[in-house]
């Protein structure tokens, strides 16, 4: 690692490492204030629309595809 840009990619890869739990932590506690404060304004049938909605939108963005084969023969 001779060069700055490899320094700094590694010291970021590294931050990013280390400081994954704690926002997913905090990702979560989001989710929780404001599930509640959805709750308590008193729209109960938003909010587990909403968080399915984000689920699917983030298993399409991160799910990836299945390992299958991309040729395909014509006899089989």
Do not use: C
């Not at 587990?48 to 014509?74: D, F």
């Amino acid at each position: 690692m001779g060069n700055v840009r490899n320094w700094a990619f590694g010291l970021l890869m590294a931050a990013l490492i280390l400081f994954g739990p704690i926002i997913a932590f905090a990702m979560v506690m989001t989710v929780e204030m404001l599930t509640d404060l959805v709750t308590k304004v008193g729209a109960t049938a938003v909010w587990p629309v909403a968080a399915g909605a984000m689920g699917w939108v983030l298993l399409r963005k991160y799910g990836g595809r299945p390992h299958t084969s991309q040729l395909r023969s014509e006899g089989a």
